[in-house]
């Protein structure tokens, strides 16, 4: 099937959601669920491949997709029937039972991967959570290490419960919810001599590195790709140490880089990697990646009720086979190429505004200049209000991440919402 003929009209009126009884209201919306997300004045109602409709019936291109997240697009005819096959089949049960396709997709993900066992879990932060257990497991257990400690980087994501937030090399994320989980330790990225130094200094007595977690690009940070020679150096660091190299993959894994995983543009292959936003095309899956070695999990270390139940991954080996089938990872490198050629086009012209745009396949960042008086947030905005849907990437970089199955013709109309959303704020 060409990317081009799964873009279609939504055949089901908005009317049918089967348990919505009453017409949108912004109002009791906003009195009943809690105020964590500022919220764009907007409420999506249906979806179709890269465009979604709201409640009035206006219709965006969707370069948000869920933040990286709807593989597939909105609706795709192959995700849909393997859902409404799998939940008239068996969608849920218990993980102490034996699930056949959960089975069959860690298959699959060892196969294309450089891992050979999987833990199943349902979001971003819990796979992290269980990459982190994992690893202080292997800590205690192998490297004799009574107090571990984590590296990870400056302006770093890896979620929102205690121990990701932890992780995060953010303050603004960790503000108020003290106190944190010990056991963390923060390094700028892309600094090989802040790494080293930091293991020289941490190692004393009970306490020392176990492992270094880090995102091949860092997606919510701003989309900094990672340097090649600074992950070389970093393997061949953990390699040296035996300390663990964990990647968190839940940004850029699944074929938004234009590879299958993010690892594969660093020429590196991690000890422990970590998936969810694209995994299940929107369905929440999260997983957590390892190497046989250091596989240390017994039965009771760790455990989740949904994760892994039949119907995400059902729908996750459907995204899987379905990136394969339609070949979509190049369709990933072509648009990408024509987005960021597009993209540096507009900076160049407005030089005054925009410091530069970077990025690996289909997900982009345009970075504004600090003291141009335009925020990231201004363009989205701008952009929404031109029906194109965007998100940023920290209050200066502007986020682009389409569905993977974007066409050309997509490209060059967000292209287009842009320009003039950044020519309408700087006149
Ligand atoms: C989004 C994200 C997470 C958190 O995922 P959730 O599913 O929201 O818990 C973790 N790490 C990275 C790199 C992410 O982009």
Not at 25 to 38: A, L, R
Not at 278 to 304: E, T, Y
Request: net charge negative; hydrophobic share 40%; proline share 6%.
């Amino acid at each position: 099937m060409s990317i081009e003929t799964l873009v279609q009209e939504p055949s089901i009126p908005a009317e049918s959601s089967p348990v919505l009884s009453s017409p949108y209201d912004p109002t009791s919306f906003d009195n009943s669920v809690m105020t964590t997300y500022g919220r764009f004045p907007l409420a999506l109602e249906r979806g179709s491949g890269c465009r979604v409709w709201d409640t009035e019936g206006k219709e965006y291109l969707d370069f948000v997709a869920g933040i990286a997240t709807c593989s597939l697009g909105h609706a795709h005819p192959a995700l849909v029937e393997t859902v409404t096959r799998q939940i008239q089949t068996l969608h849920h049960v218990s993980n102490l039972f034996y699930i056949p396709v959960q089975g069959e997709l860690a298959k699959w993900l060892i196969a294309y991967s450089s891992a050979d066992r999987v833990f199943f879990c349902n979001s971003g932060a819990e796979a992290n959570e269980g990459a982190i257990k994992l690893a202080r497991k292997y800590a205690h257990q192998v490297l004799n290490i009574d107090e571990p400690l984590i590296l990870t980087a400056n302006a770093s994501f890896h979620g929102r419960t205690l121990a990701t937030i932890t992780a995060t090399g953010q303050p603004k994320y960790q503000k108020d919810f003290s106190p944190l989980v010990p056991g963390f330790h923060y390094v700028p990225y892309n600094d090989i001599k802040a790494v080293e130094n930091a293991i020289g200094e941490l190692d004393s007595g009970d306490r020392g590195v176990a492992a270094i977690l880090l995102e091949p690009l860092q997606g919510e940070g701003g989309v900094r790709p990672g340097d090649v020679a600074y992950f070389k150096r970093i393997r061949e660091i953990c390699d040296e140490t035996g300390i663990l190299l964990i990647l968190d993959e839940v940004q850029v894994g699944v074929g938004r880089t234009g590879k299958l995983w993010g690892y594969e543009n660093l020429g590196i292959e991690p000890d422990v990697f970590t998936s969810a936003k694209g995994l299940g095309g929107g369905i929440p899956i999260g997983a957590v990646m390892c190497k046989q070695f250091c596989d240390v999990f017994k039965p009771g270390d760790h455990a989740s009720t949904f994760g892994g139940n039949p119907f995400a991954c059902a729908a996750s080996l459907c995204v899987l086979q379905t990136l394969e089938r339609d070949n979509i990872l190049q369709n990933v490198q072509e648009r990408g190429e024509q987005l960021r050629t597009g993209l540096k086009a507009i900076a160049a012209k407005y030089p005054h505004q925009i410091v530069e745009v970077r990025g690996w396949g289909l997900i982009n960042g345009m970075e504004l200049k600090a003291d141009s008086n335009l925020t990231s947030a201004d363009v989205v905005k701008a952009a929404i209000e031109r029906g194109l849907l965007l998100v940023p990437a920290g209050p200066e970089v502007v986020r682009f991440v389409p569905p993977l199955i974007v066409t050309a013709q997509e490209v060059d109309t967000a292209l287009d919402a842009v320009e003039q959303a950044i020519k309408a704020l700087v006149s």
